[in-house]
């Protein structure tokens, strides 16, 4: 009966359905499908498939009214030979993972638990001052951070520390990623604020009593109830804002530039969009940042495969044992 | 509570009021008394966008012209806006000639980024949307004349008696491939900027301040002597540490004279560029040592403009190199309150570059001019040339280089009393006997971002070989071919 309800293959003894009776039946189902499928073609799929095809061409903008050359991985044989490739590379990761752990994912976590176990009322509000970062413009947040971590005289870290003896710094330039990381992440922690706030709201009450009426402190109700009742939105946001950090560069752009000096603080999309898009003399290899840029869609799809492995998404999205029964 | 009604009926009818005034068209109408009515509206936004209106013969045709210009506000706007003011005098010559068509021109102008106003450009050209007439610095040439954007220039220059007044040796910044693909739009110079006061402070007598400029020129007092005279400050405590030279916040155009400061060629026979090692290792030596000795703050390439010009205005910085229209930037926009330019004549002084002693030796600068040029989608290249020449004349290019610190083109203007007249022009028009050029190459800017990320280097504490290599693999990596090291 439980298979014959959930469809899940034929009858013992039967024949199997004939192919076309099998898409006959899961016509309906594409029908409804389609339309989301060919947006997801045109809009995501698409667009790596072309940005493929221009890594495989010397396209600029001294050849950009020309017919497209072909060169084949050259642009790919570039990237790797730059000197500065593994210090990209090395920076990107150190970048994603910092803000993730410490921000997007970590402080979102703790500040969730923190305002989900407050009056509701507070929590809420918490909540929504975690949000402004996200709401303000990218430019007048950045003109904020900027001003805030200003060289001397300027700055108001130097206002407000020079009264207490503290030698005044350019504080950007001086602690570079320190900022880069904060300006990030203080975006970036609504996002998972929001989402395990919800998560957490949304577990049965009678676990948390019941667990409460066994003795069960509030850590242990933490670590044993609540974080493996979120570990879809916990799978979720990591992966989702994994990737929104790779390829995400706009803050750094405003605040360093990639700098100070030479590519301190440059991660792998910012150099994509400088190889492409972004040169003092605005020489735009577009050929050869469609390089850089295709690398990172393979380092998204990799990292994304292994959080779906360490998840166990499998898992996850499984039929619920219970109507297996 | 009727007293409380009243006051309610009287707030409402006010924000009523200013509702209906904010609601009312931002529109600027000003009339110009020449035969035409010319109607000017000014959208205020960063993008400036003006209108032309003209009168039409009966049977005659209406044709419009687009000029995009990239201009500060508001010393630089007149590199458009002598577009405007050439209108009434351009349509006049059509009517002479017997033409039935006017011209109607509308002008884009801000001041974006160089990369982006470039990329703009080239996007609008391949879209078959360019404006029809582009300002830009010459060094686009180099990649617009190969990519088809451009109209070549060359057979219809002499149908304009107005470009026999061009100074001769701005042509050769138009040219690509031995045609001429514009018409320079002004010039400018590079001068070292230095505070008078702070020398003074250092015990420096009024005689060896003015006599700077005569000095340096001569051979005299070279990059070294400024870089002793900076440390002497910093130590003296007249600047504080890193205050003693500035250079600009960013990449630009600058530092190439440097290179050819150190003795570096940049043009070869062919189409590839060249790069001097030896030239470029004495760059990145001078600017590490600089840093090292503390004269340089190792965060002057942090990209801020807005500090720059406060620090220099602010009387920080004992030697600075610039630009000519910084001089114009500065009185207009950062000591107005000051006293405005008589307080830069007071306290700064100006001249050409110091020779590098182990370079050249001699004296430099460099001149970027900004050249008016015809996007090869325009239907009408004959009229938006007869508009550049009609702009192209003394009265309108001297306001505008008087207003924005550029110098003239023309010839006329070494007897044109406005421009003789403006103290500032006549005394920084001696250092283009020592000016150099960028080059119109594709591969430039790729050359300068090389040579730039060299720069970065040595400024950010690597050793001025370790720059070099920087620079050189840089330039292997992205040029190729394109790229003679030497």
């Known amino acids: 009966m439980a298979e014959a309800i959930m469809g899940s293959g034929p009858v013992k003894g039967q024949a199997p359905p004939s192919r076309w009776a099998q898409l006959k039946a899961t016509l309906g189902a594409w029908g409804f499908i389609s339309p989301a499928a060919v947006l997801v073609l045109v809009f995501f799929f698409l667009p790596v498939v072309i940005l493929f095809v221009i890594s495989l061409t010397d396209l600029s ?148 009593t019941a667990a409460k009426v066994d003795g069960a402190s509030t850590w242990q109700i933490i670590r044993d109830i609540t974080l493996p009742q979120i570990r879809w939105p916990l799978l979720f946001v990591t992966t989702y804002q994994t990737l929104s950090l790779l390829t995400s560069f706009e803050y750094i752009l405003l605040l360093t530039e990639g700098g ?66 | 509570m009727k007293k409380h009604r009243l006051w309610t009926i009287v707030a409402a009818l006010t924000v009523f009021g200013m509702m209906l005034v904010g609601c009312q068209p931002q529109t600027v109408t000003v009339e110009v008394p020449v035969k035409e009515t010319v109607e000017v509206v000014v959208e205020k936004t960063v993008e400036v966008i003006k209108e032309v209106e003209v009168e039409v013969p009966v049977g005659g045709e209406l044709v419009h012209i687009v000029a995009r210009c990239k201009a500060a506000p508001p010393h630089e706007e007149g590199r458009c806006n002598n577009l405007v003011s050439a209108v009434g005098a351009a349509n006049a010559a059509l009517a002479e000639m017997g033409d039935d068509r006017r011209i109607e021109l509308e002008i884009i102008q801000d001041n974006a980024d160089w990369g982006d106003y470039k990329t703009e450009f080239e996007l609008a050209s391949d879209a078959g949307a360019a404006p029809d007439i582009v300002c830009s610095g010459h060094e686009h ?32 910044s138009t040219e690509w491939n031995g045609s001429r693909w514009g018409v320079p739009q002004d010039a400018e110079a590079r001068p070292l900027y230095y505070n008078k006061t702070l020398l003074a402070e250092l015990g420096w007598s009024d005689a060896d301040i003015e006599s700077l ?29 890193g205050n003693g030279w500035w250079h600009r916040p960013k990449n630009g155009g600058d530092f190439l004279y440097y290179y050819y400061a150190a003795g570096g060629e940049i043009t070869s026979d062919g189409d590839a560029l060249i790069f001097d090692k030896a030239a470029a290792l004495k760059v990145y030596e001078k600017l590490y040592a600089a840093v090292d000795r503390g004269i340089l703050s190792d965060t002057r390439l942090d990209g801020d403009w807005t500090s720059w010009h406060t620090g220099i205005t602010d009387g920080d910085v004992l030697f600075m190199f610039g630009g000519s229209w910084n001089w114009a930037e500065w009185f207009s926009n950062y000591v107005v309150d000051r006293g405005g330019e008589d307080y830069l004549w007071e306290h700064f002084g100006f001249a050409a570059i110091p020779g590098m002693a182990n370079g050249t030796g001699n004296p430099t600068t460099l001149t970027h001019p900004l050249i008016y040029m015809i996007s090869s989608a325009s239907e ?71 040579y730039y990320e060299g720069i970065l280097a040595a400024e950010s504490g690597f050793s001025a070989e370790d720059a070099l290599e920087v620079a050189v693999d840089y330039l292997q990596n992205e040029l190729g071919d394109n790229v003679i090291i030497r």
């Not at chain 1, 350019?170 to 395990?196: D, K, R």
Request: proline share 6%; net charge negative.
């Open chain 2, 380 to 450: 009408h290249p004959d009229l938006a040339l007869l508009l550049i020449s009609k702009a192209s004349v003394k009265e309108l290019n001297t306001d505008y280089a008087i207003a924005s610190g550029h110098l003239g083109i023309l010839k006329s203007q070494a007897e044109y009393g406005p421009y003789t007249s403006s103290k500032f022009l006549s005394q920084v028009l001696p250092l283009l006997d020592v000016t150099t050029f960028l080059p119109n190459s594709p591969y430039w800017s790729a050359w300068s971002n090389g």
């Open chain 2, 141 to 172: 040439i180099g990649d617009w004349g190969p990519a088809g954007y451009l109209v070549d220039v060359t057979g219809m220059l002499g149908d304009y008696p107005e470009f026999d007044d061009v100074i001769d040796a701005l042509w050769a």
């Open chain 1, 260 to 325: 100070p000096g030479l590519y301190t603080t440059e991660v792998w999309a910012l150099t994509a969009y400088k190889r492409a898009l972004k040169t003092y003399f605005g020489h735009n290899q577009w050929g050869y940042g469609a390089a850089w840029g295709f690398v990172l869609v393979i380092i998204g799809i990799v990292m994304s495969t292994i959080y779906l492995r360490v998840f166990r998404f499998g898992e996850l999205v499984q039929e619920p044992k219970i109507d297996v029964l």
């Open chain 1, 61 to 208: 903008s001294s050849n950009f009214s020309e017919p497209l050359t072909f060169i084949n991985l050259e642009n790919f044989t570039r990237l790797f030979k730059d000197k500065f490739f593994p210090k990209i590379l090395g920076n990107t990761f150190f970048y994603v993972a910092t803000t993730l752990s410490c921000f997007n994912v970590g402080m979102a976590l703790v500040l969730a638990l923190l305002t989900t176990h407050i009056d509701r009322r507070a929590g809420l509000f918490f909540r929504l001052i975690w949000l402004l970062p996200r709401i303000t413009p990218s430019v007048i947040y950045i003109l904020m951070w900027r001003r805030i971590s200003h060289q001397p005289p300027f700055g108001l870290i130097n206002q407000l520390l020079g009264p207490f003896g503290v030698e005044p710094q350019y504080w950007l330039f001086e602690q570079p990623w320190l900022f880069v990381i904060l300006v990030n992440g203080f975006v970036g922690a609504s996002f998972g604020l929001i989402l395990f706030s919800s998560a957490i709201e949304a577990i049965p009450k009678d676990l948390i």
């Open chain 2, 213 to 241: 400029p005569d000095r340096i020129m001569s051979g005299e007092f070279t990059w070294e002597d400024m870089f002793d005279t900076a440390e002497e400050a910093v130590n003296a405590g007249v600047v504080a540490e």
